[in-house]
């Protein structure tokens, strides 16, 4: 599985901007999917993960609220849309799939990066106050 991520930019504080990952090489339609980031000098964190179906979505509480993650399983697509954005989201946002098909976790699993194996090059978000 490929997967490459878009829609990143500069935007101002209080904007929104919607990144897209767009999956090739088979299916992803049956995997759990998420979105990552890392901002300058810091670990890669968990920003938001949504079941292989798309009925359960999982955030993580510095994004609750503000951003939406979802899935297109017709055309492969996995989006997030960012709104009220901050300075602090600031970062290389990356998506990412699970491997095992149709399967279900606890919801702390969905933020761990290791529940994850494929992985997309990054797009980055750049917010000025």
């Known amino acids: 599985v490929q997967l490459q991520a878009s829609g990143g930019g500069d935007v101002q504080t209080g904007g929104s901007l919607r990144l897209s990952c767009a999956a090739s090489g088979r299916t992803i339609s049956d995997n759990v999917m998420g979105w990552f980031r890392q901002a300058p000098g810091k670990e890669r964190e968990f920003v938001a993960a949504?079941?292989?179906?798309?009925?359960?979505?999982y955030y993580a509480d510095s994004v609750k609220g503000r951003f939406i993650i979802a899935r297109d399983n017709a055309n492969q697509d996995l989006s997030l849309q960012m709104n009220s954005l901050k300075p602090e989201d600031t970062a290389v946002y990356y998506c990412a799939a699970d491997s095992r098909p149709r399967r279900t976790y606890i919801e702390s699993d969905y933020s761990r990066r290791g529940l994850y194996e494929y992985w997309g090059r990054g797009t980055l978000v750049t917010v000025s106050s």
């Open positions: 949504i079941s292989w179906g798309g009925g359960f979505t």
